[in-house]
Antibody, heavy 122, light 107 residues
Framework: EVQLVESGGGLEQPGRSLRLSCTTS????????LTWVRQAPGKGLEWVGF??????????DYAASVRGRVTISRDDSKSIAYLQMNSLKTEDTAVYYC?????????????WGKGTTVTVSS | SYEMTQPPSVSVSPGQTARITCSGD??????AVWYQQKSGQAPVLVIY???KRPSGIPERFSGSSSGTMATLTISGAQVEDDADYYC??????????FGGGTKLTVL
């Protein structure tokens, strides 16, 4: 069974940093891109960024709203992806989901984790 | 920036057909994807490539797309289909975009 489990969320002060982890199982992690999506309380889904598989360079792209403050990385040996968030803002408060991606017919997310909650408040 | 527009809410009685639309200028050249999100849960993929249904998704869920509009149809909606539904696609440059979401009420 394909599983993605996010962790690392919690309460953090504005300006501080936080690293989220996405631990996966049930599929060949190295062969897939992974995406982070967030959802602010009572709001819709917002794409944060994604990281390509090493076969496609292993590079990451980010939404304009987080670019420069966020870094997505991956450890294929551990089947874990990370979302490093710096200079946190109150508007970063959200549930953060990790997803497995498909690219065969356009880019979309086929399996989602249950999410981890990040609260940024003083 | 590119937007995909959904109605905020749709309401049907159990057994009726629910249709949720999503409009976007890039849809004639891009596939539409649909996610279901029940209260307090993570999104679940219900339709991909405009019309395909992942394994485990009931046959009452179907998708279609014509021109700049994609449609998610739930034939014979059940109470358990009460959820938020999000369309998703990419713009002409490949940037990912979610629709604003539609709250489907089945009661």
């Amino acid at each position: 069974e394909v599983q993605l489990v996010e962790s690392g969320g919690g309460l953090e002060q504005p300006g501080r940093s936080l690293r989220l982890s996405c631990t996966t199982s049930g599929f060949t992690f190295s062969g897939y891109a992974l995406t982070w999506v967030r959802q602010a309380p009572g709001k819709g889904l917002e794409w944060v960024g994604f990281i390509r598989s090493k076969a496609y360079g292993g590079t990451a792209d980010y939404a304009a709203s987080v670019r420069g403050r966020v870094t997505i990385s991956r450890d294929d040996s551990k089947s874990i992806a990370y979302l490093q968030m710096n200079s946190l803002k109150t508007e970063d408060t959200a549930v953060y989901y990790c997803t497995r991606d498909q690219f065969a017919s356009g880019y979309y997310m086929d399996v989602w984790g249950k999410g981890t909650t990040v609260t940024v408040s003083s | 920036s590119y937007e995909m527009t959904q109605p905020p809410s749709v309401s049907v009685s159990p057994g009726q057909t629910a249709r949720i639309t999503c409009s976007g200028d890039a849809l004639p050249k891009r596939f539409a994807v649909w996610y279901q999100q029940k209260s307090g849960q993570a999104p679940v993929l219900v339709i991909y490539e405009d019309t395909k249904r992942p394994s485990g998704i009931p046959e009452r869920f179907s998708g279609s797309s014509s021109g700049t509009m994609a449609t998610l149809t739930i034939s014979g909606a059940q109470v358990e289909d009460d959820a938020d539904y999000y369309c998703y696609s990419t713009d002409s440059s490949g940037n990912p975009v979610f629709g604003g979401g539609t709250k489907l009420t089945v009661l």
